[in-house]
Protein backbone atom coordinates (compact mmCIF):
# COMPACT_ATOMS: atom_id res chain seq x y z
CA UNK A 1 0.00 0.00 0.00
CA UNK A 2 1.41 3.33 -0.79
CA UNK A 3 2.15 5.73 2.23
CA UNK A 4 -0.62 8.45 2.40
CA UNK A 5 2.01 11.47 1.54
CA UNK A 6 2.22 10.08 -1.86
CA UNK A 7 -1.54 9.40 -2.49
CA UNK A 8 -2.56 12.57 -0.62
CA UNK A 9 0.14 14.66 -3.24
CA UNK A 10 -1.06 12.75 -6.43
CA UNK A 11 -5.00 14.08 -5.37
CA UNK A 12 -3.69 17.06 -4.78
CA UNK A 13 -2.28 17.43 -8.29
CA UNK A 14 -5.16 15.98 -10.10
CA UNK A 15 -7.30 18.92 -8.44
CA UNK A 16 -4.74 21.43 -9.58
CA UNK A 17 -4.90 20.35 -13.02
CA UNK A 18 -9.15 19.97 -12.66
CA UNK A 19 -8.99 23.42 -11.51
CA UNK A 20 -6.97 24.89 -14.03
CA UNK A 21 -9.08 23.37 -16.83
CA UNK A 22 -12.70 24.97 -15.82
CA UNK A 23 -10.60 28.19 -15.03
CA UNK A 24 -9.95 28.04 -19.16
CA UNK A 25 -13.59 26.98 -19.69
CA UNK A 26 -14.93 29.90 -17.40
CA UNK A 27 -16.89 27.47 -14.84
CA UNK A 28 -14.98 28.37 -12.19
CA UNK A 29 -13.35 31.86 -10.75
CA UNK A 30 -11.31 31.21 -8.04
CA UNK A 31 -9.59 27.11 -6.59
CA UNK A 32 -7.94 27.99 -4.13
CA UNK A 33 -5.84 25.48 -1.48
CA UNK A 34 -6.06 26.23 1.77
CA UNK A 35 -3.34 25.27 5.38
CA UNK A 36 -6.28 22.42 6.54
CA UNK A 37 -6.00 21.12 2.75
CA UNK A 38 -9.33 22.18 1.79
CA UNK A 39 -10.74 23.71 -1.47
CA UNK A 40 -12.33 27.02 -1.71
CA UNK A 41 -14.19 26.98 -4.89
CA UNK A 42 -16.07 29.84 -6.67
CA UNK A 43 -18.15 29.80 -9.63
CA UNK A 44 -18.76 33.10 -11.37
CA UNK A 45 -21.65 35.06 -10.25
CA UNK A 46 -20.73 33.84 -6.69
CA UNK A 47 -19.69 36.09 -4.19
CA UNK A 48 -18.37 33.64 -1.82
CA UNK A 49 -16.38 30.70 -2.39
CA UNK A 50 -17.46 27.09 -0.93
CA UNK A 51 -14.82 25.43 0.70
CA UNK A 52 -14.88 21.38 -0.17
CA UNK A 53 -12.28 18.56 1.59
CA UNK A 54 -10.25 17.24 -1.29
CA UNK A 55 -11.96 14.20 -2.29
CA UNK A 56 -15.53 16.24 -2.74
CA UNK A 57 -13.41 18.99 -4.43
CA UNK A 58 -12.01 16.75 -7.15
CA UNK A 59 -15.83 14.87 -7.45
CA UNK A 60 -17.00 18.38 -7.85
CA UNK A 61 -14.82 19.81 -10.59
CA UNK A 62 -15.17 16.34 -12.26
CA UNK A 63 -18.87 16.69 -12.63
CA UNK A 64 -18.41 20.14 -13.28
CA UNK A 65 -16.33 19.31 -16.52
CA UNK A 66 -19.00 16.97 -17.18
CA UNK A 67 -16.62 13.89 -16.99
CA UNK A 68 -18.25 12.25 -14.40
CA UNK A 69 -22.47 12.22 -14.19
Do not use: W
Not at 10 to 17: A, C, K, N, P, Y
Not at 22 to 31: E, R
Amino acid sequence: MKPKKVITSHIHSRITLLAAEAIKQGLVVQCDRTNQNTYLIRKPNESVATEFTPISAGTFLLTLLGKIE
